[in-house]
């Protein structure tokens, strides 16, 4: 059973005159199927070879070859830049229920998603996937995905 991050408890206890609802169940009385599509592309996302780099499809190609004019750039930090995501922006700016709990919950869930998606889409490849938590909790636009071939 997941852990429900605290800041949704509530919500979900105030189903059922109070008896509560499970977050599948909510998912499936409160979703729509055109966010269900929309979020495949950060719960599966794409990814593409390119040279000698992994990117997630859709990368800009000026972006890369900016990063590689840095003499002190390596795959290894081009891919970490190129890669990353910041978990705040999977909805839009001033959502009124972002948490710091549910940024480290969906965190944690999309480090393991991406690892397992990287390892099957890449199996002869080694990668490295990080969720940065800021120093500061309150810095809810700084939580991190990143991800980069080791």
């Not at 890669?83 to 480090?111: M, R, S, V, W």
Request: hydrophobic letters at 40%.
């Amino acid at each position: 059973m997941t852990d429900i991050p605290e800041s949704m408890k509530p919500a979900l206890a105030s189903w059922n005159d109070g008896r509560g609802i499970s977050l599948w169940d909510w998912t499936a009385n409160t979703g729509n199927f055109s966010l269900a599509v929309g979020y495949t592309e950060v719960f599966w996302p794409r990814f593409v070879a390119f040279e000698n780099y992994v990117l997630m499809e859709g990368f800009h190609l000026e972006g890369l070859r900016s990063f590689e004019r840095n003499p002190e750039a390596t795959r290894e930090s081009i891919e970490q830049v190129m890669n990353h995501l910041h978990i705040a922006d999977i909805q839009y700016c001033g959502c009124p229920d972002i948490a710091a709990d549910k940024l480290i919950f969906l965190g944690e869930q999309l480090c393991e998603i991406y690892t397992a998606k990287l390892a099957f889409q890449f199996p002869d490849r080694k990668f490295a996937v990080e969720f940065y938590h800021p120093d500061n909790p309150d810095d809810l636009e700084d939580y991190q995905l990143s991800f980069f071939q080791v």
